[in-house]
């Protein structure tokens, strides 16, 4: 079975651009989260997804924004980037929110550097 | 609202010692625990889950953790650690009902020495 999966692996962008990142669930899973892992503060809670829809997002500001697609695999997108946007980004997808108890199941991770 | 305070951010230990990382929690409401690690340049992966019943959960590679509700408290131990331990442990609760949102501490370095 495979696992979740996250493209690219690595991204390299400067100041201003947008970065593209991308996440496919495990089958059967149709929630999916994104969490922020910049060195030294542990994982930031980024968005979350069920079912198409956003349920709930972090402390962010809105040029953090995503979505979910009908296949449950989710698309993260950050505009107007800025240094303080290098990171690791966490993809993780879980079950239904009906049967879930908050066990995610990660993926490897996108690597934005931001110049 | 919930909050994970993992006390520690770097654990140095030789090779068959002992291992504690500890991990307290605050909430309002019941929670679930889990216990995740990093290998470097990998994501998180489940290490151990405590939902209900027995207080002490066991991982497959001889790691325990044990709830305990009066300390808000869920640390994890080893009785001997091995070079392959070297990781990053990251502590994470999730309400037990209504938002599935879980909440991580900012980790601890497990630093296993020959």
Same mark, same amino acid.
Do not use: M
């Given at each position: 079975?495979?696992?979740?999966?996250?493209?690219?692996?690595?991204?390299?962008?400067?100041?201003?651009?947008?970065?593209?990142?991308?996440?496919? #669930?495990?089958?059967?899973?149709?929630?999916?989260? /994104? +969490?922020?892992?910049?060195?030294?503060?542990?994982?930031?809670?980024?968005? /979350?997804?069920?079912?198409? *829809?956003?349920?709930?997002?972090? !402390?962010? =500001? =809105?040029?953090?924004?995503?979505?979910?697609?009908?296949?449950?695999?989710? *698309?993260?997108?950050? !505009?107007?980037?800025?240094?303080?946007?290098?990171?690791? +980004?966490?993809?993780?997808?879980?079950?239904?929110?009906?049967? !879930?108890?908050?066990?995610?199941?990660?993926? *490897?991770?996108?690597?934005?550097?931001? &110049? | 609202?919930?909050?994970?305070?993992?006390?520690?951010?770097?654990? =140095?230990?030789?090779?068959?010692?002992?291992?504690?990382?500890?991990?307290?929690?605050?909430?309002?409401?019941?929670?679930? &625990?889990? /216990?995740?690690?990093?290998? =470097? !340049?990998?994501? &998180?992966?489940?290490?151990?889950?405590?939902?209900?019943?027995?207080?002490?959960? *066991?991982?497959?590679?001889?790691?325990?953790?044990?709830?305990?509700?009066?300390?808000?408290?869920?640390?994890?131990?080893?009785?001997?650690?091995?070079?392959?331990?070297?990781?990053?442990?990251?502590?994470?609760?999730?309400?037990?009902?209504?938002?599935?949102? #879980?909440?991580?501490?900012?980790?601890?370095? &497990?630093?296993?020495?020959?």
């Amino acid at each position: 079975e495979a696992g979740v999966t996250q493209s690219p692996t690595h991204l390299i962008k400067t100041r201003g651009q947008q970065a593209t990142l991308r996440c496919s #669930p495990i089958s059967g899973h149709t929630s999916v989260y /994104w +969490y922020q892992q910049a060195l030294g503060l542990g994982l930031q809670f980024l968005l /979350w997804y069920d079912e198409g *829809e956003e349920r709930n997002r972090g !402390n962010f =500001p =809105p040029r953090f924004s995503g979505r979910q697609f009908p296949n449950y695999s989710s *698309e993260l997108n950050v !505009n107007a980037l800025e240094l303080e946007d290098s990171a690791l +980004y966490l993809c993780a997808s879980s079950f239904a929110s009906g049967t !879930n108890t908050g066990e995610l199941f990660f993926g *490897e991770g996108s690597r934005l550097t931001v &110049l | 609202a919930q909050s994970v305070t993992q006390l520690d951010s770097q654990v =140095p230990v030789f090779e068959e010692a002992p291992v504690e990382l500890r991990c307290n929690y605050s909430s309002s409401v019941s929670v679930y &625990l889990f /216990w995740y690690v990093q290998y =470097p !340049n990998q994501g &998180l992966q489940l290490l151990l889950k405590y939902l209900s019943g027995s207080t002490l959960v *066991e991982s497959i590679n001889g790691f325990e953790a044990e709830f305990n509700k009066s300390q808000t408290s869920f640390h994890l131990r080893k009785p001997s650690v091995h070079i392959s331990d070297t990781a990053e442990y990251f502590c994470a609760v999730t309400p037990s009902g209504g938002s599935y949102i #879980p909440t991580f501490g900012r980790g601890t370095s &497990l630093i296993v020495h020959p």
